[in-house]
């Protein structure tokens, strides 16, 4: 009954893939996001999903794109892998008002060879 | 634009001892403040937060945490650390729409 989950958990692919990352919540919430913690631990927001609508983009590249069939599952397709998108990719939601916890899931262990 | 500034890298305390994790941060509204924490091989939990009203909050696991506005700062507290406590902690601001700035991290070792 994990509230926020993500699969794979681990993911070892060889450059030039195409991956997906899937997540799903059951907390009811209606905002859902994608965080990229890189090897130096620093956690950045790359999207935000309101309502199956694409709220928050934050310059990542086009090869990253977010899929969100319905309001508790957003999806991460990531072509064309580069050795430089090595990283702990992390899904999260809350309710969309300003200030409610955003709950992360376990993370997803991504290693391009 | 927001920024959260966490200046310990890592801190090392000995069992039983009282912790102090730093926390700064940069934003123009009244901010939203966040504590989560990360045990090695692990997604992010939360410990607390601050939205308004009492600037001291409790979290869990015996943390708590005391907001300062004239010193922009959200320092986080316990006064005595276990050795389960051993993570990385990170601190973060709400930046509009519920996006979270996190600071660098602080890595909390803990010695017997």
């Known amino acids: 009954d994990t509230a926020v989950s993500q699969t794979p958990k681990y993911l070892v692919t060889q450059m030039g893939n195409d991956k997906s990352i899937k997540c799903e919540q059951n907390l009811g919430h209606d905002t859902m996001y994608w965080y990229k913690q890189d090897s130096k631990k620093f956690l950045k927001i790359m999207f935000s999903y309101n309502n199956k609508e694409l709220i928050i983009n934050e310059t990542v590249p086009n090869r990253f794109s977010p899929k969100s069939p319905d309001k508790a599952h957003l999806n991460l397709h990531i072509n064309s892998l580069e050795l430089g998108d090595s990283a702990v990719y992390f899904c999260a939601s809350s309710l969309s008002e300003s200030g409610n916890t955003i709950y992360f899931g376990e993370g997803s262990w991504l290693t391009v060879v | ?112």
């Open chain 2, 1 to 112: 634009a927001q920024s959260v500034t966490q200046p310990d890298i890592h801190i090392t305390v000995s069992e039983g001892a009282s912790l102090e994790l730093r926390c700064n941060y940069s934003y123009g509204a009244t901010p939203y403040l966040f504590w989560y924490v990360q045990s090695p091989g692990q997604g992010l939990q939360l410990l607390l937060k601050y939205f308004s009203g009492d600037t001291l909050v409790q979290g869990i696991k015996g943390f708590e945490a005391e907001f300062k506005r004239s010193q922009s700062s959200f320092n986080l507290r316990k006064p005595s650390v276990h050795w389960s406590d051993a993570a990385e902690y990170f601190c973060a601001v709400g930046a509009g729409f519920q996006k979270l700035v996190f600071g660098t991290g602080t890595r909390l070792l803990v010695s017997p």
